[in-house]
């Protein structure tokens, strides 16, 4: 079985979860390897709508086991609310769940460090989820902040870690925002509580993954965010603080380079993006809103409403060659199936000059406009289509433009939130 990537093809919340669920069948691992709790990946399994933030889509799989890799960063007690709350539903997950020890440790101060320099970003503020991510990174690159590997360290010695890094952090707090400290000694105790219940499942993540990297064993890597939110190749600074792209699968697992197999990108058949930042096919008003409320786009994890425009082709291309995409699946086609007209992106128009490659510095992406494509619609259901031939035919014609123009195999179109709402397309959408 070939090992898979799925990447964020868009600004995330593409539909990843749901993707990696349908795919998840028959892998032996699935890995996390980026991000942390800003994630929210949506999983409809029967009749049950469940989020995850921290743990792997693969969880629903029945003895897929899943690795949360050296590259995310997480928050220990979000760890452990998550596990608690999928046990309560029957699924188990602590004999199948892996953590690296190597994963930066998330604190309470991140999230309220967080919030703070949001704050005093005022007007240019990212709209971050607030979950400590951007905070988290910064220890980690400042080789200053802890590893889930000292939640196994003699509890003493973590209770006293623990104290002096929360210490610390309540200087940073007083002096740069005159803000209140935090609770050191409640919140140690807390994580030499939350160290026992963890302590189990944080493995040395090269010797976990061994039989990944020897090809015994087969892997699905959840990717989270989305492309146009990688700190390095997104729309900088209104991104998040990882590496979303498939680099971020190998440095955030420690998996060599040839062990990604396909690399798989999902992108909605339209587009969404949450928080701030430049969007070219963003529809306001009255349109975002009828669009918003057909794909039911509130964030997973926060709750805000997700705006809502147009597919971006010039965003796509950048997505499928920055990734190196094997493939593309198409999801939320089915949110469409009312539209009289749709509308896509084909290039850029930047003062009067057209665009098609997108444009990575900063200053140009806010004051393009799109060059928008009118492709008729199909005014009916799609989602009981099981293969091709079922869907109305501008719905293949759409799918089929879209192929075209990305230059890369749709494998998958996904036209409702079940697990089997999905057409499988191995070698493309175009006859
Ligand atoms: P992720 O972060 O990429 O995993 O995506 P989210 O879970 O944040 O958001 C995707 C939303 O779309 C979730 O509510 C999914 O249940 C839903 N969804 C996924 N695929 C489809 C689809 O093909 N059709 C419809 N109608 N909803 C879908
Ligand atoms: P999934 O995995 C959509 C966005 C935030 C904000 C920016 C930085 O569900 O697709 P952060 O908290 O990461 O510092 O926020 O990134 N963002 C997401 N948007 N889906 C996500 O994850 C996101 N994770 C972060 O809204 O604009
Ligand atoms: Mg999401």
């Known amino acids: ?233 997104g729309t900088f600074p209104y991104v998040t603080s990882s590496n979303c792209t498939v680099g971020g699968a190998v440095t955030g697992t420690g998996l060599p380079p040839r062990s990604l197999g396909e690399i798989v990108g999902v992108f909605k058949a339209y587009c969404t993006r949450v928080g701030n930042g430049p969007f070219p096919t963003e529809l306001l008003a009255e349109e975002g809103e009828h669009l918003r409320k057909l794909g039911g786009e509130f964030g997973a994890t926060t709750g805000r409403p997700r705006r809502c425009g147009w597919f971006d082709l010039v965003a796509g291309r950048y997505t499928v060659g920055v990734n190196g995409l094997s493939g593309a699946v198409i999801t939320k086609l089915d949110v469409l199936d009312t539209l009289p007209t749709i509308k896509v992106a084909e290039a850029y128009d930047l003062d009067g000059e057209r665009l098609d490659d997108f444009p990575v510095r900063p200053d140009m992406l806010p004051r393009v406009r799109p060059v928008l494509k009118e492709i008729p619609g199909w005014e009916k259901p799609t989602n009981k289509a099981k293969k091709l031939a079922d869907l109305p035919s501008p719905a293949r014609k759409y799918l089929e433009y879209l192929e075209k123009e990305l230059g890369v195999l749709i494998v998958g179109v996904s036209v409702g939130k079940a697990r089997d709402e999905m057409i499988l397309t191995p070698t493309g959408v175009t006859t």
């Open 1 to 233: 079985m070939e090992n898979r990537v799925i990447i964020g093809g868009q600004w995330g919340d593409e539909g990843k979860g749901k993707i990696i669920d349908a795919f998840g069948e028959g892998f032996d691992w699935v890995l996390r390897y980026q991000g942390g709790a800003n994630a929210g990946h949506t999983i409809q399994v029967g009749a049950k709508e469940h989020v995850l933030h921290l743990i792997p889509s693969g969880i629903f799989r029945e003895g897929v086991r899943c690795f949360l890799g050296n590259g995310m960063v997480i928050d220990p007690w979000a760890l452990r609310d998550e596990i608690v709350a999928l046990e309560e539903k029957g699924v188990s997950v602590r004999d199948r769940l892996y953590v690296s020890s190597a994963a930066s440790l998330l604190m309470p101060y991140h999230k309220r460090l967080d919030e703070l320099r949001e704050q005093l970003r005022k007007r240019k503020s990212i709209g971050t989820t607030g979950r400590g991510i951007g905070p988290a990174y910064q220890d980690k690159l400042q080789r200053s902040g802890l590893r889930l590997g000292a939640l196994t360290m003699p509890l003493e010695k973590l209770e006293r870690t623990a104290i002096e890094h929360i210490l610390e952090a309540n200087e940073i707090l007083a002096g740069q925002f005159e803000a209140e400290p935090l609770p050191a000694k409640v919140l140690a105790e807390e994580l030499v509580v939350l160290a026992q219940t963890l302590r189990p499942m944080i493995v040395d993540g090269f010797t976990a993954l061994r039989g990944i990297r020897e090809r015994r064993e087969s892997a699905l890597f959840e990717g989270a965010q989305g492309t146009l939110l990688d700190i390095d190749h």
